[in-house]
């Protein structure tokens, strides 16, 4: 007893003997507290420079400078390879930081369960009221292509980023363009259609591409006059059944004739004086013309565009 107690001593007056930077090295296997804690430090130190807990360095050629490992196999409770708290101001629970020249990573997370369950590579949250869950920032200045955030699935059905919006809140919120890249990559909508350009390219020969419009809600095709016995005026009723507000309609009408030579090119002449369209409601529109003769073998067509979809009927009308 008393050479183990000589031997304590001494390993306590060789420890304070040390100088306070050197390396404290703990042949420490197997240690268990009753508390839960197997090793603890508390640096007390309260000055304004930078101080550590603990600081630890791996050098090396698979070196890891800290390794948690949790190995309790209990349901239904929360276990943590580690767990990192910073309470002040501007505390940040966990840096990481890579100096690799090859293949540099700040902070990698890798969730290894292949089965049939919920398993997160990386799981964020913030509750503040200014909580940012994850801020991606590429600090690079270079004309370079660098990148806030990268994410990707190999999955066949793989999702890169999924967004949930909440009941008073959008999935996303982009300041600043959104590029979409890859052949035949777009925008796909709950009913499966897909949007691919924002404004479909036609060919027009030798004079290169033109910007289509977007497809009218409603087209009534060319429709042929006169209706009925000759009179000053004649009318027909189309029926569109749009819905929503009128106001939001944007209304276009053409004429053609059929002459000795032929059909002529669609004119807007006479439209509004001797043509002309009336009566217009949310299903549908009377389209006037003079009831003469020699008005025989001239068409109407009348389209209609929506101006705020999302107050229509529900349909996309080509949108």
């Known amino acids: 007893m008393t050479t183990r107690i000589l031997m304590t001593i001494l390993l306590a007056l060789s420890l304070m003997s040390l100088a306070a930077k050197a390396d404290l090295i703990l042949p420490y296997e197997g240690s268990i507290s009753e508390a839960g804690e197997a090793f603890r430090v508390n640096n007390t130190y309260t000055g304004t420079t930078r101080s550590y807990g603990g600081y630890f360095e791996a050098a090396g050629a698979e070196g890891r400078g800290v390794y948690g490992r949790c190995t309790s196999t209990l349901a239904d409770v929360n276990n943590y390879g580690g767990f990192f708290y910073a309470a002040g101001p501007k505390g940040r629970g966990v840096l ?97 259609t897909r949007q691919t350009t924002a404004a479909a ?61 032929g059909p002529q090119p669609p004119t807007n002449r006479g439209l509004g004086t001797t043509f002309y369209y009336s009566g217009l409601t949310t299903t549908g529109i009377t389209i006037s013309g003079p009831g003469s003769a020699i008005d025989a073998g001239t068409y109407l067509r009348v389209r209609i565009w929506l101006t705020n979809c999302d107050g229509g009927s529900g349909d996309d009308h080509g949108y």
């Open 201 to 261: 390219v036609v060919s027009t020969g030798g004079t290169g591409s033109v910007a289509c419009a977007a497809k009218p809600a409603y087209d009534s095709g060319w429709v042929a006059t006169p209706w009925g016995s000759p009179s000053d005026t004649l009318q027909k009723q189309l029926t569109h059944n749009l819905g929503g507000n009128a106001d939001d309609y944007v209304v276009d009408i053409q004429k053609q004739q059929n002459t000795i030579a």
């Open 96 to 192: 990481g930081q890579s100096a690799g020249e090859q293949e540099g990573i700040g902070v990698k997370g890798y969730a290894s369960n292949t089965g049939d369950i919920l398993n997160f590579g990386g799981h964020f949250r913030a509750d503040g009221l200014q909580g940012i869950g994850v801020y991606g920032l590429a600090h690079s200045v270079a004309d370079t292509t660098n990148y806030g955030g990268w994410f990707q699935a190999n999955g066949q059905r793989g999702i890169g980023v999924y967004a949930l919006g909440g009941p008073h809140g959008y999935a996303g919120e982009f300041e600043g363009d959104v590029k979409i890249t890859g052949r035949g990559h777009g925008i796909v909508f709950p009913d499966g």
